[in-house]
Structures are given as structure tokens and as C-alpha cells.
């Protein structure tokens, strides 16, 4: 399974940005999606994760009410909308897929859950 994130940029606090997370897996509709990040010096962290059914999302409190994680079975794909973003959300995103999961609701939010991760995306929110 290869993973492509890409969207990453340069934006201003406050600014919106949508990252895309493109699967080359066969079952990519039974995989759990999640997003991660890593900021210069600090650990990576999770930011949101989906269901294979999409139907169960995870967020974490940093990012309630304005990051929302969806995903397009149909296009293979997993997305993370960033509103508001502010400077110290700057940091390598990272999308994550878990290829064995319990059913299509259940979504990870551990790192050590996921099986396959993408190259990352660079994200740098200006002030």
C-alpha cells in the first residue's frame, strides 16, 4: 500500500488549506484513515482519524470544530480540511492507514495502529 499526501503549503494564521491523501491499495474503502503531525523538535501527534465506513471520526482537541477529516472510497482518497489554521499548527503531515480493522467503525487514533504511511506533507502557517 503506498500513500500520497500532498496540499501542504505556505499560508497565513487564519488561512484555510485541504490536504489529500491518495491510496494505491485495492481495498482502500476497507482501510481506517488517520492524519498525524510532526512539528520541528516535537513528537508527532495524531490530528483526526476516519472509519472504513466513514462513518466515525476522531479529532483531537486541538483541532475540534475546525479540522474535518473525510474520505471518497470511489477516488481512493482521504482528506483533511484545515480552517483557521494557526502558526503552530506548522509541522510535516502525515496520512496513515490501517489495513485490518474490526469493523467499519472503528477508528484509530494511536500511531502504533497503523500499518502504512504516506511521505508527509509540509504545512507552514505564517503570523
Known amino acids: 500500500v503506498q500513500l500520497q499526501a500532498s496540499g501542504g503549503g505556505l499560508v497565513q494564521a487564519g488561512d484555510s488549506l485541504r490536504l489529500s491523501c491518495a491510496s494505491s491499495?485495492?481495498?482502500?474503502?476497507?482501510?481506517?484513515m488517520g492524519w498525524f503531525r510532526q512539528a520541528p523538535g516535537k513528537e508527532r501527534e495524531v490530528v483526526a482519524a476516519?472509519?472504513?465506513?466513514?462513518?466515525?471520526?476522531y479529532y483531537a482537541d486541538s483541532v475540534e470544530g475546525r479540522f474535518t477529516i473525510s474520505r471518497d472510497n470511489a477516488e481512493n482518497t482521504v482528506y483533511l480540511q484545515m480552517n483557521s489554521l494557526k502558526p503552530e499548527e506548522t509541522a510535516v503531515y502525515y496520512c496513515?492507514?490501517?489495513?485490518?480493522?474490526?469493523?467499519?467503525?472503528?477508528?484509530?487514533?494511536?500511531?502504533?495502529?497503523?500499518?502504512?504511511w504516506g511521505q508527509g506533507t509540509l504545512v507552514t502557517v505564517s503570523s
Open positions: 476516519i472509519s472504513w465506513g466513514g462513518s466515525r471520526t
Open positions: 496513515a492507514a490501517r489495513v485490518n480493522t474490526y469493523n467499519s467503525f472503528t477508528y484509530y487514533y494511536r500511531s502504533d495502529d497503523y500499518d502504512y
Open positions: 491499495g485495492r481495498t482502500f474503502s476497507r482501510y481506517a
